[in-house]
């Protein structure tokens, strides 16, 4: 079967517009979707027109509701402007669905599908689309001025626009029946709404009235009210309890307070022995006896004074009051007044106040840490027992500086005086740390902190003493552990290098023996060669000299002397270094390589520390490459100088290398990889860095092995803050070695 | 020969073992050469004089150990005597079994030194003088022709004169002739004489190939 290229690619195209413009169609509905028919039908019309080439298109619309039908008509416009050269008029939509109805009947679903030469002499074909399934929402009338109209394709693209016209059109016929529901449930709401407003009108009006009856009410209730609140917060505030005797001690009076504190109504107790009412069955006998001791002698043990006792209420309970008795001062026969106070809760608190400062007491015997008061203007000075107990002074001795100063350890004392003439210029807080010496030598480290407070005119000084003797003996003995450590290390470090260190001091010894039997020969021969046994001899000294250097260094190296600070030259310091190890290193058949760096800046530190931190580094590095075979054992040593006013050094090795993690471990102490190693060695080198105030890293190679850092800060021009610092630690390790 | 006097070499990086060393062997009448590494060492031509080294194991780059290994092979003529910092056993182990006469802790009496120096030069007077007469020996052989030689192997071997003829397809007259040239050109004195010169010639066919 040959289909010729040419028909076949025209089929092509035609199909492409076919199916572009059915999905231009179906696009439709999503512009109809808000719209209300008439909208719906304009963009339809002008779709169809433009996509079929029409020459007309009409469309009536017919709606239930709405007597007249909407009808529309759409025309091309080369047909408009014929029409208008031609003066001929372009028929209206109703012309044309009438002349229709006319010729074919109202229903337009028993129209004729395709109409030929309908209006005029024109060939024109017309189809009528019915919308609808019954053709009862109207119809689409489509014409054009072709014979061959619709083809195949159009007929399709036409079905399809009735279908979607008339789904368009009766979901918007839905929409608008549900809007004119809306409509009216709106309106019935808006009714509903004015009718409930006016019965809310009138309620507020009733609720406004009654609301201005009942605060009319109200007011008359709480003036009553106030006033009773008036009276019994008056009746509460009479807290005293008023009780009055005759001279045979029968109650007189006996006032509401009285009343509510012990229990009784007044007329219960009137004219009944004060004994048998208030007082306890304990204490009655006593107070009759006193009683009748005061009516006799007139001697009174409890009058016109405070007292304290025990009284007893009518349901037997007893409870602490505070008394005061008056003689009513009255001719005739003695009467007393007596104003009784329930003083349970000041007991109560008065106890509880003791059992806290109890508290206090303990917790501060506990913790070691008195407390004091100062006055500054007056130098009234109060302890508590504790510091007492921490200076071991006698409590009832009044403390003053002086008494202070006998305690205060001799090499501190102008510290402590200075601080307290400074506290009392500047009145700022006080942080201070001395020494106390005991009568019987005993020394013990206390720590004050101390704020003031009070007003300008009489401040006070409040603070803690606290015994830290303990503490600082901890921490000296853990300078010690750590000062052993750092030895046992060193020594560690130099058992591994003993071999070496031999060599270094066999070179110039075997020297020396060798000369002295050289000059020995010569000075023996016949004739004596002088010259050359002079010769010899000198040798010989210089050999010495070399020998006794070796075993200085090494005495250095080994030694706990003290650490010293001066200016280091790390490249010196490097050289005399990698001259120790040399024949180690080359025994290990490791290839050092040396960087150091010209113009290095002098750092400020302990030679022979560093040379440790650096020898340490080497043997590391030379210990990393022992089982490498396959590649030269490279060390590279380097010093450079960078711009933060630090010397670096960088121990470069070929050797096993490690994993990131270890990095993190590394200086830790005890932490090794080595077989034979104590993991102390990079953990003392840490703390010699730290304490030179640098800083010691390891990082992994992109090759193979590791490279080991630390810096040190530069010696500053102007005197260095560093060698206080290490001064400060230095004396600490030398006090614990 | 014995009138020049004896080489020793000292190879080691200390200068004053170097020097110490140095002067010790010239008032003893040898001639000392000293240097600082292996490899300037290496690099000096070897002697036909009665010579030893005296080796420090320590060295830098090429240590000792592996120098001895470089030149024991091919010089005989110079026994090697170890001196070092720290001798440890494995290591004189090593150095004994690749040949080493003396092993030396420094530091090291100068006698003992000495001692072993003598010895050591013998021992290569020894190896050299040896070497000499072997030399001479090869020089002898290499002179005869080839019937000569064939004669010479089996005269050797035992055969009489008339079986050689027989075996060489020659005259009894003419094995007789080729016998006397070779007594004359090996200088030897008697059959035993030449029996001995042919088991000295044997063990090293390629140096007489060589020669």
Redesign the interface.
Known sequence: MEIHPELASGEVKHLQRCINDLISLLALPAIWSAGDPSQLLHTLLDALLRMLRLDLVAVRLLDPVVEAPLEIVRIAERQTQRQRQTQSTIPSAHEICEALSNSFGDNSRKWPPLLRNLMGAEDVSIVPLPLGLQGELGVIVVAAQRTVFPQQTESLLLSVAANLASIGLQDARLLSQQKQVANELDLRVTQRTAELAAANEELKKQLAERRLVEEKLGQEELERKRSEVRKAAIVDSALDCIVTIDHEGCITEFNPPAEHTFGYRRDQVLGKHLADIIIPPSLREKHRQGFARYLATGEARVLGRRIEMTAVRADESEFPVELAIARIPLEGAPSFTGSLRDITERKRAEQELRRSEAFLAESQHLSRIGSFSWRVATDEITWSEQLYRIFQIDRVVPVTFALIGTRIHPEDLSLFQDHIERSRQDRSDVQIEFRLQMPDGAVKYVHVSAHIRGDHGNPEYIGAVQDVTERRSSEAALSKARSDLAHVAKVTSLGVLTASIAHEVNQPLSGIITNAGTCLRMLAADPPNVDGARETARRTIRDGNRASEVISRLRALYGRKAPAIESVDLNEATREVLALSLSEHQRNRIIVQQELADNLPLVAGDRVQLQQVILNLLRNASEAMSAVEDRSRHLLIKTEADKDGHVRLTVKDAGVGFTPQAADRFFEAFYTTKNDGMGIGLSVSRSIIESHHGRIWATPNDGPGATFSFFVPCVSRNGTSANTALETRTSDVSDAA | MSDVAPIVFVVDD?V??R???E??IR??GWQPMTFASAQTFLDHPRVRIPNCLVLDI???GL?GLDLQRLVAEERTDMPIIF?T??G?VPMTVQAMKAGAVEFL???????V?LAAIRAALERSRVALSLEAEMRILREHYASLSQRERQVMALVVSGLLNKQIGGELGISEITVKAHRGKVMQKMKAGSLADLVIMATRLRPAPAAIAAA
């Open positions: 200390d004053s073992v020097e110490s060393l002067s010790l008032c003893e320590s060295l830098p240590n001196i910092g720290h440890d802790t420094k530091p090291f009496k100068d006698d030194l």
